[in-house]
Structure formats: structure tokens, C-alpha cells
């Protein structure tokens, strides 16, 4: 009778420590979450453009200029910043599929370009995973963290991971569509009838991107040659690809609600990350947030 008057104790006790251990990881996270986004807000800079004018397509490629007739109308305000709601599953296997239920806050700035992804991913047992992934003021973060306080974060080349992380920003862009204009300093050229290369900079770091468009005209896919990726311990530059879907209306533009992130292998293509827009609210140039 003792000993199972002692198990029950113990049990209670490791998970009063256990639900102890859980909300003050939250609390922690969420204070960590508000430093981030301070950071994030400090970094703005006013638009000096109000809305969109189709005159500003003239000379660009013609597969750009049918995307921008397709998603945007002339007059469109100019998104300043927009808050992204999603639910998906990630995989958190690196060579096989463990495929596990994340949900996430975004927090996006057209301009100074840059953005927080606040997620939790729910492992075994109940354990979450928490993740900060981020583009603030020319810098990257990416910091993966068990109960939101046991980090899982690599070490990785600061140049490397701002300039992965700023890949990320440029290439979610068909969210926000008025930052692939080029009054926002997207530079398009010309490849084929159904592609074309976007290149954008933010002080000394830039991406280049491959978009492919489908038959509506709309973004398919997007791609880069080479993107920081962690193999073992090992920072590798490896192709990535993010492919959109699930056109649909929000606030007069056209945005894909559904997406997916791989990695380009040679051994073939790896998907990681599969997510849908839950909700996003956009903050237009006159700073008026309309929710969609």
C-alpha cells in the first residue's frame, strides 16, 4: 500500500513539474516573441508610394506583366505590412518523413523588408516545439526550441543565415503582392514565356529568384540555386523551391492560401514545410489594417 501511495506522489510531482516546466516555457517564448517584434517594428520605414499605377509595368517581361494584370488592379494600395495566420505540418526529419501538425503567427514589413514567424510544432507526449524564424533589420534568426526553452539552434554563419532568411521574406512575396513591383526595387528580367528572374536587395544582402508562372498567369513555383541548409553539422548551399496554390481573392488581389517549401537535392526533392493561410490582415500604405 505504501509503495502505491509513494508512485502516485511521485507521478503527481513530475507532472506538477511538467505543466510548471510547459507555462513557463510559454511565458518565456512569448516574452522573447514581443522582443523580436519590437525589433521588427523599429525597423519600418515609411512608404513613399500610396498605390499601384499599371503604368509602371511598361518594359517589363510579358509573363510579369500578365501576373500583375491578373492579381492586381490599378489603384491597389500599396501593402506596408501584413499579419499571417497558418496551419500545416513540417517535417522534421532530415533524411526520411515525420511529418508533425505546426500552427504559426507571421508578422510581415514590406519595407524595411523583414518578418517573424512564430510557430509551434507539436512533437510526442505532448511536447511542443516552439520556432523563431526571422528577418529583422538585415539580420537572421532561427531558433527552434523545445518547450520554448531547450534550443535546438545550430551554429551557422551570421552572412549565411540572413541571407537565407531574407530568401524566405522575397520569396513569399505572392502574399503580398505589391512588393513584387518594381516601385518596391524588384528588378525583373526576362527568361522564357513562362518565367522570368526577380532580384531584390536590402543593403548588402540580395536574392535572385526563378518565378514560374502557370497557364492563369499566376506564380507556380519559385526557386533559388543556392540556400544555406544544414547537413549534420554542416552548413550546405543547396537549391530550394517554394511552390503556391489555392488562388483566391483577399482585399481585390489575388494570393495563394497554400504552399510548400523543399529542398532540391541530388537525390531528389525533399518537401519540409506544407502550410495554408489560416488568415491574413493586411496594413496598406494609409495604415488602416483590413482584415481578410
Known sequence: MFWIVWAGLALGAIVAIAIGLTAYGAMHWAKKTRALLSRLEKSRIPLTTAHYNDHELA???????????????????????????????????????????????QRVLTQRPGFLWNARIAMALGVDVYVHDAYVAGEGTLNPAIAGLFSLARPVNARDLAQGEFVRFFAETAWYPTALLPSRGVHWEAVDDHSAKATLADGTIS????????????????????????????????????????????????????GEAAWLHPAGRKPYWRGTIKSITYEFSDDQPIRA
Do not use: C
Request: hydrophobic share 40%; proline share 7%.
Open 59 to 105: 518594359g517589363l517581361p510579358m509573363p510579369v506583366m500578365r501576373y500583375f494584370r491578373s492579381v492586381l488592379k490599378n489603384g491597389q494600395p500599396i501593402i506596408a505590412a501584413a499579419t499571417v495566420e497558418h496551419v500545416g505540418t513540417f517535417n522534421t526529419s532530415p533524411t526520411g518523413d515525420q511529418w508533425k501538425p505546426f500552427t504559426s503567427v
Open 207 to 258: 536574392a535572385t529568384l526563378l518565378v514560374r508562372f502557370n497557364t492563369a498567369g499566376l506564380i507556380d513555383s519559385v526557386s533559388v540555386e543556392a540556400r544555406a541548409a544544414m547537413v549534420g553539422n554542416t552548413v550546405v548551399q543547396t537549391p530550394w523551391e517554394g511552390r503556391w496554390s489555392n488562388y483566391q481573392m483577399r482585399n481585390g488581389m489575388l494570393v495563394p492560401l497554400t
